[in-house]
Structures are given as structure tokens and as C-alpha cells.
């Protein structure tokens, strides 16, 4: 009942579109044969760009069957011009006939995966990127469900999971997220002064806290510079280095053995990114990025001096005053007041001419 509907459906469709194009061919006897002979000409110019264009053309139902009625009042010799063969057309009948004959079947196999489960095996394989396929399985046993280790292998495969992850250990983002509290990052960024000296700068920072220690400025960073400065950070630190285990550095020829020397004597294990992975050490690459936004590329740089002047300040500014993110707003060395509802009067105080700005809440 259903195929015959379809059929019905297909074939007043059809006589529609016939009887359109007749009316369309009777409106083609009012008009003149230049305009005709001309229309022609202009539309195979049409046919032959496209031909060009188009590999494959890919032509609907109606335009086959209206094309396959048209074809046999031509002569052989102009059906070798269409974009169809005799053979094509003859497949197109062909198909007509299939598709006539075929009633919809019952695909066999096992029912689709509900969604529900597709939906817990991917959330436990987000959240335990450890566990393998069948850990899963069990795990969803555990709640009551049977699942198929195979088909859970199935789920995790085609989203894009590995259904039997390495125990090597944990991500660098895990890693970084976890030891968070232990962690140093230092970094070399540079910048040019007025005369185009190009200046070095040397600065750390504390992962947990966000804290930055800007340990200097220099045109020249030897390695004897490099390890002095590294004695001062743990001089600056005092009673909290014992708070530190990783120092993580990039692989610049200007850490040298001296160097490292400085933080193992400490018990605090120096880790080195991979070349060319700024995203290893993205903490310390983004401060390097918020001193140059907010600071640097708005500042002309005299020289040394006046360099590490200015890096003084935002280091008190960035320390103090600006919110992080990461510490819900706050600053490193600055909680969250409480809030208030009652009104308050706010003062601002300006450094390096107004290019910062701190406000504070008048007592």
C-alpha cells in the first residue's frame, strides 16, 4: 500500500512537470525563428562552459525522465552531443525498474546502541582517560547494565578515544595541573630599545600563585650572569624553596649546567620542554604576552636602565593589583576583599604615567 502511494505520488509529479514544459513549448510557436536560432546558439555556448566546468553532472529524477522522453526525437548523430550516452539512459531505466520492484526490507544485525549508554561510555572515558574499553564495560556492569566490551571498543573508536590507552603515565597538562604548587617556569624574552639595542630580560614565575619574579635585565646574558640571577631567586624565596620540586625551562643555550647546578643543590629538578613547544611552558609564555600587550608595545624603551625600571613596576602592578583567572579574580599576593552592598568610593593611583591604573577602595 505504501510502495503504491509512492508510485502515484511520483507519477502526478511527473505528469505536472510534462504538462509545464508543454505549455512552454506552445509559448515557443509565438515567437520568431531568429529568436529561436538565436536563443539555441546562446544556450550551447551555455552547455559547452559548463561542460568545462562540471565533471559529473548529476541530474534529478525529472530531469532523467524528461531528458530520456526528448532523447528519442533526435537523430543519432545529435544524441552524441547530450551529456548522456544510449547506455546511460538505458541505466536510467534500469534503475526505474529496480526501484519498482523493490519493497523496504528489515536491515539484519544487532539494534542500534541507545543513546544513553553512548552517551555514559563517553563521559567515562572523558573522565578516566586511563581506563580501557573493557574497564568500562565493567564499570557500566557495576551500575546495572550490560554493554559488550565490544561494543563499548566500537563507541570509543568511532568518537575518536583510544579504546586501549598507554600506561605511561599522566598528561603534561595533568602533570602541570597536579604539581601545580611545586612548580617554577623561567624564560628569556627579549626587547628593542629606541636605538634598536636589543635588551634581555630574565623573569620567573610561580605556577600556583601566578607570582612573577622579574630577576633582571641585561645585554648580555652570559652564564655566569644566568646562574648569579638564579642564586638571587633563591635568596628571594627564602624559607619557601623547600615549597618547590620542578623548575621547568626551555632548551636555550644560555641554561647551562651552572645553571641547573643552582636548583638540584635545592632538591628542585629542572625539567626542559620539548623544542619548539611554547605550550609546554604556557604559563610563563603567556605573562611574557600580558607584559608586552599591556606594557611594552605602548612604552619606548630608552635603555637598560630604564628598561628594568619599568619592569619593576608592572612586576608590583601584576603581583598586587591586576586579577588572574586562575585565582577567581584575585591577585597573587592579594585576596578578594569581602563584598559589600552598601556604596563605595573607589580612588585610582597611576604608574608610568597613567598606563596603569590601580584602584583601591577609599577607607
Same mark, same amino acid.
Given at each position: 500500500?505504501?510502495?503504491?502511494?509512492?508510485?502515484?505520488?511520483?507519477?502526478?509529479?511527473?505528469?505536472?512537470?510534462?504538462?509545464?514544459?508543454?505549455?512552454?513549448?506552445?509559448?515557443?510557436?509565438?515567437?520568431?525563428?531568429?529568436?529561436?536560432?538565436?536563443?539555441?546558439?546562446?544556450?550551447?555556448?551555455?552547455?559547452?562552459?559548463?561542460?568545462?566546468?562540471?565533471?559529473?553532472?548529476?541530474?534529478?529524477?525529472?530531469?532523467?525522465?524528461?531528458?530520456?522522453?526528448?532523447?528519442?526525437?533526435?537523430?543519432? *548523430? $545529435?544524441?552524441?552531443? +547530450?551529456? =548522456? %550516452?544510449?547506455?546511460?539512459?538505458?541505466? @536510467?531505466? &534500469?534503475?526505474?525498474?529496480?526501484?519498482?520492484?523493490?519493497?523496504?526490507?528489515?536491515?539484519?544485525?544487532?539494534?542500534?546502541?541507545?543513546?544513553?549508554?553512548?552517551?555514559?561510555?563517553?563521559?567515562?572515558?572523558?573522565?578516566?582517560?586511563?581506563?580501557?574499553?573493557?574497564?568500562?564495560?565493567?564499570?557500566?556492569?557495576?551500575?546495572?547494565?550490560?554493554?559488550?566490551?565490544?561494543?563499548?571498543?566500537?563507541?570509543?573508536?568511532?568518537?575518536?578515544?583510544?579504546?586501549?590507552?598507554?600506561?605511561?603515565?599522566?598528561?603534561?597538562?595533568?602533570?602541570?595541573?597536579?604539581?601545580?604548587?611545586?612548580?617554577?617556569?623561567?624564560?628569556?624574552?627579549?626587547?628593542?630599545?629606541?636605538?634598536?639595542?636589543?635588551?634581555?630580560?630574565?623573569?620567573?614565575?610561580?605556577?600556583?600563585? *601566578? $607570582?612573577?619574579?622579574? +630577576?633582571? =635585565? %641585561?645585554?648580555?646574558?652570559?652564564?655566569? @650572569?644566568? &646562574?648569579?640571577?638564579?642564586?638571587?631567586?633563591?635568596?628571594?624565596?627564602?624559607?619557601?624553596?623547600?615549597?618547590?620540586?620542578?623548575?621547568?625551562?626551555?632548551?636555550?643555550?644560555?641554561?647551562?649546567?651552572?645553571?641547573?647546578?643552582?636548583?638540584?643543590?635545592?632538591?628542585?629538578?629542572?625539567?626542559?620542554?620539548?623544542?619548539?613547544?611554547?605550550?609546554?611552558?604556557?604559563?610563563?609564555?603567556?605573562?611574557?604576552?600580558?607584559?608586552?600587550?599591556?606594557?611594552?608595545?605602548?612604552?619606548?624603551?630608552?635603555?637598560?636602565?630604564?628598561?628594568?625600571?619599568?619592569?619593576?613596576?608592572?612586576?608590583?602592578?601584576?603581583?598586587?593589583?591586576?586579577?588572574?583567572?586562575?585565582?577567581?579574580?584575585?591577585?597573587?599576593?592579594?585576596?578578594?576583599?569581602?563584598?559589600?552592598?552598601?556604596?563605595?568610593?573607589?580612588?585610582?593611583?597611576?604608574?608610568?604615567?597613567?598606563?596603569?591604573?590601580?584602584? &583601591?577602595?577609599?577607607?
Amino acid at each position: 500500500m505504501v510502495r503504491l502511494r509512492q508510485d502515484r505520488r511520483v507519477a502526478l509529479r511527473l505528469l505536472y512537470l510534462i504538462v509545464l514544459r508543454a505549455f512552454g513549448w506552445i509559448a515557443l510557436l509565438t515567437r520568431s525563428q531568429a529568436s529561436k536560432d538565436a536563443e539555441i546558439l546562446v544556450l550551447r555556448h551555455q552547455v559547452a562552459v559548463l561542460r568545462r566546468q562540471v565533471a559529473v553532472p548529476r541530474p534529478s529524477w525529472a530531469d532523467r525522465a524528461i531528458i530520456s522522453a526528448l532523447a528519442r526525437l533526435l537523430s543519432r *548523430r $545529435r544524441r552524441c552531443h +547530450l551529456f =548522456v %550516452t544510449p547506455r546511460t539512459l538505458l541505466r @536510467w531505466r &534500469a534503475d526505474l525498474v529496480k526501484r519498482r520492484w523493490t519493497y523496504p526490507k528489515h536491515v539484519p544485525g544487532r539494534p542500534p546502541i541507545r543513546p544513553t549508554i553512548r552517551a555514559l561510555v563517553l563521559r567515562l572515558a572523558a573522565e578516566n582517560p586511563d581506563w580501557g574499553y573493557r574497564r568500562i564495560a565493567g564499570q557500566i556492569a557495576g551500575l546495572g547494565r550490560k554493554v559488550s566490551p565490544a561494543t563499548v571498543w566500537a563507541i570509543l573508536k568511532r568518537a575518536g578515544f583510544d579504546p586501549a590507552p598507554r600506561r605511561g603515565g599522566p598528561t603534561w597538562a595533568q602533570f602541570l595541573k597536579t604539581q601545580a604548587s611545586g612548580i617554577l617556569a623561567c624564560d628569556f624574552f627579549s626587547v628593542e630599545t629606541v636605538m634598536l639595542t636589543r635588551l634581555y630580560c630574565f623573569a620567573v614565575v610561580e605556577h600556583a600563585s *601566578r $607570582r612573577v619574579h622579574v +630577576l633582571g =635585565v %641585561t645585554a648580555n646574558p652570559t652564564a655566569g @650572569w644566568v &646562574a648569579q640571577q638564579a642564586r638571587n631567586l633563591i635568596l628571594d624565596l627564602g624559607d619557601r624553596i623547600g615549597d618547590f620540586r620542578f623548575l621547568i625551562r626551555d632548551r636555550d643555550s644560555k641554561f647551562t649546567a651552572l645553571f641547573d647546578e643552582v636548583f638540584t643543590t635545592e632538591g628542585i629538578r629542572v625539567l626542559l620542554t620539548a623544542p619548539q613547544a611554547p605550550r609546554m611552558n604556557a604559563i610563563t609564555e603567556r605573562w611574557v604576552g600580558s607584559v608586552r600587550r599591556e606594557l611594552l608595545d605602548r612604552i619606548l624603551i630608552m635603555n637598560e636602565r630604564h628598561l628594568r625600571k619599568v619592569l619593576a613596576e608592572y612586576e608590583t602592578y601584576f603581583n598586587r593589583h591586576r586579577p588572574h583567572r586562575s585565582l577567581k579574580q584575585a591577585s597573587p599576593l592579594q585576596a578578594l576583599p569581602e563584598s559589600v552592598d552598601a556604596d563605595i568610593e573607589v580612588s585610582r593611583r597611576d604608574r608610568l604615567g597613567g598606563l596603569l591604573h590601580e584602584y &583601591a577602595q577609599v577607607a
